[in-house]
């Protein structure tokens, strides 16, 4: 498990987490000194600022997240801003450091998020072993896969370019899209997923995949490791697609036999 998966959980599972319903308002907000994590919104209307940590929870993340907070707070003066550190384990020493600082301090295991991951069909990178030809694969713990559709992605010359891009190499992206647990899905998948030897992905694929992820076809479970994945291989992420492309045209769209790059890059860039 890496940092990026405990904040693609803790971002659409915090109440899973964090055991009170939260809103989500930015990710991975830049600045001149880096990148906060995860800022939701509480039930109070308060701005809550949320930086994950693998492992131990090190000595310079709470100076960090405390510059976050002039960050934060220089861009919205209006809102209450509050901070909290997640991490698998915290020294005493530098839980007594975030008190200090205000700075909410909480422990999550890493068998935590296993099991919410589990839960919610989230699938995480392959994780492999020191011994040679051997691999420990964490989709195994998952219970059996439907048989992959293919081992090797659909490759078009036609070369596409659309502001959604691939943020893994094609065949990792594959493997993962092969992973949703829906018949139908898998029964379209090769013929609706076209992506070009650079690794630019089809404007009706992205469509396509997108209604997967707004909807699973009526099954919740298909709809969240979509989501999932989609968040995984894109360089953006669902939620801010989701704030962009109507879903009603994305659902048409997906099937035109025209080129609809230009038009699916006018509304990503509204």
Same mark, same amino acid.
């Given at each position: 498990?890496?940092?990026?998966?405990?904040? $693609?959980?803790?971002?659409?599972?915090?109440?899973?987490?964090?055991?009170?319903?939260?809103?989500?308002f930015? &990710?991975?907000?830049?600045?001149?000194?880096?990148?906060? $994590?995860?800022?939701?919104?509480?039930?109070?209307?308060?701005?809550?600022?949320?930086? !994950? /940590?693998?492992?131990?929870?090190?000595?310079?993340?709470?100076s960090?997240?405390? *510059?976050y907070?002039?960050?934060?707070?220089?861009?919205?003066?209006?809102k209450?801003?509050?901070?909290?550190?997640?991490?698998?384990?915290?020294?005493?020493?530098?839980?007594?450091?975030?008190?200090?600082?205000?700075?909410?301090?909480?422990?999550?295991?890493?068998?935590?998020?296993?099991?919410?991951?589990?839960?919610?069909?989230?699938?995480?990178e392959?994780?492999?072993?020191?011994?040679?030809?051997? &691999? $420990?694969?964490?989709?195994?713990?998952?219970?059996?896969?439907?048989?992959?559709?293919?081992?090797k992605p659909?490759?078009?010359?036609?070369?596409?370019q659309? /502001?959604?891009?691939? !943020?893994?190499?094609?065949?990792?992206?594959?493997r993962?899209?092969?992973?949703?647990?829906?018949?139908?899905?898998?029964?379209?998948?090769?013929?609706?997923?076209?992506?070009? /030897?650079?690794? *630019?992905? /089809?404007?009706?694929?992205?469509?396509w995949?997108?209604?997967?992820a707004?909807?699973?076809n009526?099954?919740?479970d298909?709809r969240?490791?979509?989501?999932?994945?989609? *968040?995984?291989?894109?360089?953006?992420?669902?939620?801010?697609?989701?704030?962009?492309?109507?879903?009603?045209? !994305?659902?048409?769209?997906?099937y035109k036999? &025209?080129?609809?790059? !230009? $038009?699916?890059?006018?509304?990503?860039?509204?």
């Open positions: 498990m890496i940092e990026k998966e405990m904040e $693609d959980l803790l971002w659409n599972h915090p109440q899973k987490f964090l055991g009170e319903q939260l809103t989500q930015k &990710r991975q907000l830049s600045s001149d000194i880096g990148r906060s $994590d995860l800022i939701f919104i509480d039930r109070l209307g308060r701005l809550l600022v949320v930086e !994950a /940590k693998r492992g131990k929870l090190p000595r310079e993340a709470v960090q997240l405390y *510059n907070f002039g960050v934060v707070k220089r861009m919205y003066p209006d209450v801003v509050e901070l909290m550190v997640v991490a698998n384990q915290i020294p005493e020493e530098r839980r007594l450091a975030c008190e200090k600082h205000d700075i909410e301090a909480r422990e999550i295991s890493e068998k935590k998020f296993r099991d919410v991951a589990s839960e919610v069909n989230y699938i995480f392959p994780e492999r072993t020191t011994e040679p030809g051997r &691999r $420990d694969d964490t989709l195994s713990k998952q219970g059996p896969q439907k048989e992959r559709v293919d081992s659909p490759s078009w010359p036609i070369s596409y659309t /502001k959604i891009r691939l !943020a893994v190499r094609p065949d990792e992206a594959w993962l899209l092969e992973q949703v647990p829906h018949e139908k899905y898998l029964d379209t998948l090769k013929s609706a997923w076209q992506v070009d /030897k650079d690794g *630019n992905v /089809k404007a009706q694929s992205i469509c995949f997108f209604c997967w707004k909807t699973g009526s099954s919740p298909a969240d490791t979509c989501r999932s994945i989609f *968040n995984r291989i894109f360089d953006k992420t669902y939620e801010w697609s989701d704030s962009k492309v109507d879903h009603e045209w !994305a659902r048409k769209a997906r036999k &025209r080129s609809i790059e !230009a $038009d699916l890059e006018r509304r990503l860039l509204d």
